[in-house]
């Protein structure tokens, strides 16, 4: 009976064409290689030259289809490159045969392993003068990445995105691999799609690119995104074409959500509205649930963040929710994608402790007044790091600096001589490190603490000193909130600041 249930899933299912991720370190290829293969380009309008979204998108080759995700290469978008090797079935680790292994490269190759999806190496700018192929095999074993050519069970291929030698090696390897993987789906199961990309079109509304992974989505369904229902109205393919339907692997275009969901979110699709708005219900209930967090005691500051993109918003949300100190945390009490407004204004007057950050976004000269008139911090930038590093700057006066505790010493008292006014005069000998004009003090009893104090002055023989080494009598003049008696230890310390930042 088991052997016929399992034929009947195999029949039922179909074989669906694989996600392939691409990484790697900046500028090695990785958008290169997409380019040629597709034969256009997508990153040219981008500040630096960096890809800053992910996108994707279905190729054909000898028949069998192909959909790729392209992963930006800046360090802070960490995250995003994480989440769209979870989302892939195969990788494509792109190194530079004139490069080599950079940092990026070996945080690629961490996520790929932690991914736990098989990757081609793919060697590219072999058309480079300085190329030194078996340099980057030794580098890539020193990481751990054991390719064939080197008794390793990892292919890699070696190519030049400029002139295209290599890569129907590099198409025809990863249809191989995807072979071996076995990838099936169930397309009469409802669709299921993860959120890749999203924004705010200013003709069409909150529109978001869909990778599906399973099932179908269609026109006339709906989707229920983070505990929001959204009706498929608009669906296009990643070209722009409008389509009525697309299936497993496919890379889908949906516009006129009723808000814009955010990027790694899974939509699910159903027939029915009220079908659709039972099960938001009960995600928007589990997401209350999750994120209910405590915030007594710590001091927060609030930051209202708007972004050009989903994506973007997102890997800014990931670094500041790093940017933690135990005492102080950061609060967003506003992330959105669109240009900053007279509401975001708003909330900040009537907020505490509060910047607007803005990334790739308009900051209208009118607002501009009003914000330095009522002293609202508002910071905006065009590349990630100096957003941050300025939001970082503007904020160091809000952070209280730490106080650090250095020990001294120790004294025995061994005699009380008299109180004058608030001081008390004493003499005993220091058994421990050093005593100090100034320093703060302990008055330990019988091992407990019973007060503390501060030295104002010390003498040995009757000459004043700065200080009093170890095994040295004094005499002192402190101030304490007890009464200090013979036999008790006077503990000496003194605190440091130092100033803290995130």
């Known amino acids: ?32 290689l997409l380019d040629y293969v597709r034969k256009s380009r997508v990153a040219d309008n981008e500040s630096g030259g960096i890809t800053q979204h992910i996108g994707a998108y279905t190729l054909e080759f000898k028949g069998k289809r192909l959909t790729f995700i392209d992963t930006p290469g800046h360090e802070a978008f ?12 195969i990788g494509v680790l792109v190194v530079a045969a004139d490069e080599g292994v950079k940092p990026q490269t070996k945080e690629a190759i961490q996520i790929l392993k932690a991914s736990e999806i098989p990757f081609v190496v793919a060697i590219n700018k072999i058309d480079r003068p300085g190329k030194d192929v078996e340099r980057v095999k030794k580098e890539l074993s020193e990481s751990e990445v054991q390719v064939e050519s080197w008794g390793g069970k990892i292919p890699s291929v070696e190519l030049s995105a400029k002139t295209g030698e290599g890569v129907d090696s ?38 978001a690119t869909l990778l599906i992974r399973n099932g179908k989505i269609g026109r006339g369904d709906f989707l229920a995104i983070d505990g929001v229902v959204n009706s498929v109205k608009i669906l296009e393919d990643f070209k722009g074409g409008v389509i009525q ?3 497993p692997s496919d890379p889908v275009r949906v516009a006129g959500f ?61 670094v500041l929710s790093k940017m933690q100190l135990e005492d102080i945390g950061i609060r967003l009490i506003r992330s959105e994608v669109g240009d900053i407004n007279e509401s975001d204004l708003q909330l900040a007057m009537s907020s505490t402790n509060v910047a607007i950050l ?11 007044d009003i914000a330095s008139k009522n002293q609202v911090t508002v910071i905006t930038a065009d590349v990630i790091y100096e957003l941050l590093d ?11 600096a730490e106080i650090r505790e250095v020990a001294l010493g120790k004294l025995k008292v061994l005699k009380f001589f008299k109180q004058e006014k608030s001081k008390q005069i004493i003499g005993g000998r220091v058994t421990e490190g050093l005593a100090e004009t100034g320093a703060l003090l302990r008055v330990v009893r019988k091992d407990v603490v019973q007060g503390k104090g501060k030295v104002y002055n010390l003498q040995i023989r009757l000459q004043q000193t700065k200080e009093v ?3 040295n009598e004094c005499g002192l003049s402190v101030e304490a909130d007890i009464m200090i008696a013979e036999g008790d230890v006077l503990e000496f310390y003194k605190e440091e600041r130092i100033e803290r930042s995130f």
């Open 1 to 32: 009976m088991v052997k016929t249930a399992e034929k009947k899933v195999k029949i039922k299912n179909a074989t669906r064409p694989p996600i392939i991720v691409v990484m790697g370190h900046v500028d090695h290829g990785k958008t290169s």
């Open 78 to 89: 960490t995250k995003m490159r994480s989440r769209g090797a979870k989302v892939a079935d």
């Open 170 to 207: 590099l198409l025809e390897t990863l249809e191989l691999v995807a072979e071996m993987e076995e990838l099936e789906v169930d397309p009469a199961l409802p669709g299921e799609a993860v959120v890749i990309e999203s924004h705010r079109d200013p003709r069409r509304g909150a529109t």
């Open 245 to 247: 339907a697309a299936g």
């Open 258 to 318: 009723a808000e814009v969901p955010h990027v790694g979110s899974t939509a699910y699709a159903f027939p029915t509205k009220m079908a659709t708005e039972e099960f938001a219900n009960t995600q928007l209930k589990k997401a209350v649930a999750e994120t209910a967090v405590a915030v007594q005691g710590r001091i927060y500051i609030n930051v209202i963040l708007k972004a050009d993109v989903s994506g973007s918003r997102e890997a800014i949300e990931e």
């Open 358 to 368: 803005g990334f790739k976004v308009k900051f209208p000269g009118h607002l501009s």
């Open 390 to 400: 300025q939001f970082k700057e503007a904020v160091r006066h809000l952070i209280p």
């Open 469 to 471: 080494a170890e095994g």
